[in-house]
């Protein structure tokens, strides 16, 4: 929620107060030098103990509710037939409309069986845009991942409201090019992840929804990042300012035949799962299920992460909750365009990116722009963010660097962890870093993993710039910080 003092500023205010903490610290700048040259200069490899504040991601780093703790007590662990199950059940028929539910271990475990049982041999799947993790598995089932985004989608600074459309004239170029028959289905993913947690509008589900059905396409969204998508919408779109989040939600619903969820998004839990209105999906789900995450009431989740999803399930509705993240996103934002930093606009759902081509202009994208910000960003600050470019892609099949469409250096805002102050001294370092940023180089890989190499990966610094940005800083700020 957002407030207005009397000053007329308006700020984003926390709608729950702190009862569990986990105490910081902030290691000073050497032990933070030490840290990233022994980490390859991929924040991945960092260890917690070194650093303060962490932006990586907002994957399963959520606070939870009370509510969702205390569920926990009373999980049923039942290997079959568990109560915890049925719990879930409920919340995914109340919440998303869904009749049908498996439970799986996480969102990349949803996206393995539907590889499996929609994804064919020359199949093509159109989608807004990709997830890591989302290509691996489609590309894994020999099956071709088609990004239809908007010409907009890519541009970092921007007021359209919906980044996250699908177009509509190339959906239908996809079907004429390739045949409904080839097209496994089309997906829209929810505050897309990778173009700056950028939300569809309800308008272009719709139209998208429209042209599937008419050639019997079914429509699958990624869900992860639901609540923070039906948030923008009731804030950005024509039409719905009056709706509930829960209503907007179940209208989205409506325009799917199956939907999926990493929980350890707006769930702020763990696992994932699988939701259709079709029993024959449902059914080709069940069969897979035992093989790769386990029994049906289960489905490779604890019994208490299933609890606690069904609470999350319905918590993530209440627009307090929905709109926690997002609104101290936009502060976050908001203060970055204020000091000239190169941020990724409009605000979206999950982090503040940082356009690092324009932020550090001197790289070329072969020597990783997006990766050396990321490091840079945390030797100046102990602040964890993510590379979400060329090191996001792996090379192609004659072994050249993909390079890819935006360099973002992002920093996650895990829901309900992290407050006002904890924003101001992030953008604070960002600003000195943006003075300093001759000081900064290139990175080339001297450890590279074939699959997902952002992962695991190392790297080193073309030309020990990592040393000369630890003494400007320690020059400013003293040896302390
Ligand atoms: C996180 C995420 C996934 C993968 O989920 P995991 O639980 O990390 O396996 C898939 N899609 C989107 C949009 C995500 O944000």
Known sequence: MKVKLSNGRSIPIEMHKVRIVQKTTLPPIRQRLRAM???????????????????????????????QLASMMVSDDA????????????????????EYCVPVHQGRAAEHLLAKIFVKPGGVVPMNYHFTTTKAHFEMAL????????????QTESTNPFKGNLDLDKFQKVIDEYGADRVSFVRMEATTNLIGGQPFSLENLCGVRKIAEKHGIPV??????????????QQREAGYADKTIAEIVLEMMSHADLIYLSGRKSTCVRGGLIATKHKKYFDQLVAWLPVYEGFITYGGMSSKEIEAMAVGLREMVDPDIASSSADLIEYFVNQMVQRGIPAVTPPGGLAGHVDAMKFLPHIPQSQYPAGAMAAALFLASGVRSMERGTISMDRDEQGNDVLSDVELCRMAVPRRVYSMSHIDYVVDRLEWLLHHRDLVGGLE??????????????????????????DAFAADFGENY
């Open 143 to 154: 099956g071709k991942v088609l990004e239809i985004y908007r010409e907009d989608a890519l």
């Open 79 to 98: 290997y079959a037939g568990g109560e915890s199950y049925y719990k879930m059940l409920d919340a995914v028929k109340d919440v998303l409309g869904f």
């Open 445 to 470: 890989f001297y450890h590279e993993p074939p699959v997902l190499r952002f992962f695991t990966g190392k790297l080193k610094t073309l030309d020990n710039w990592g040393s000369r940005l630890a």
């Open 220 to 233: 699958i969204i990624d869900c992860s990042l639901i609540s923070e998508n039906a948030y923008f919408i």
């Open 37 to 67: 040259e022994e980490a390859g200069y991929n924040t991945f490899l960092l260890r917690t103990r070194d650093l303060f504040i962490d932006m990586l991601t907002d994957s399963g780093t959520n606070a939870m509710s009370d509510n």
